[in-house]
């Protein structure tokens, strides 16, 4: 019902940014809340932004005041600044969606996911 195709990563130093895109299709109800994660080598997926609609936004600490998460004005696409990248911010960064009232960065209760899109930050 809904596809997710992320873009942006790459290869960037320490200090840099990195702009991601994610692009969704289908039907939009089921991503009206949209999200990114990220999981790197041996390490758990991470929650670090959440955008419902275009209005409420939500933050992981690690990443609060560095990274953020917006929408074009239709709502298809969704972004993630980031900015004052780290060696730790290494990870395949995914895109996650599903309906209202995903309010919370928990992986569990987001159904649709994009492939990933690798982000490497070197010192």
């Known amino acids: 019902q809904v596809q997710l195709v992320e873009s942006g990563g790459g290869s960037v130093q320490s200090g840099g940014s990195l702009r991601l895109s994610c692009a969704a299709s289908?039907?939009?109800?089921?991503?009206?809340?949209m999200a990114w994660f990220r999981q790197a080598p041996g390490k758990e997926r991470e929650g670090l932004a959440l955008?419902?609609?275009?209005?409420?936004?939500k933050y992981a600490e690690s990443v609060n005041g560095r990274f953020t998460v917006s929408r074009d004005n239709a709502g298809n696409t969704m972004y993630l600044q980031m900015n004052s990248l780290k060696r730790e911010d290494t990870a395949m960064y995914y895109c996650?969606?599903?309906?209202?009232?995903?309010?919370?960065?928990?992986?569990?209760?987001?159904?649709?996911w994009g492939q990933g899109t690798q982000v490497t930050v070197s010192s």
């Open positions: 996650a969606a599903d309906a209202p009232g995903r309010l919370e960065l928990d992986a569990n209760t987001f159904k649709y």
């Open positions: 289908g039907n939009s109800y089921y991503y009206y809340t």
């Open positions: 955008i419902a609609f275009s209005t409420y936004t």
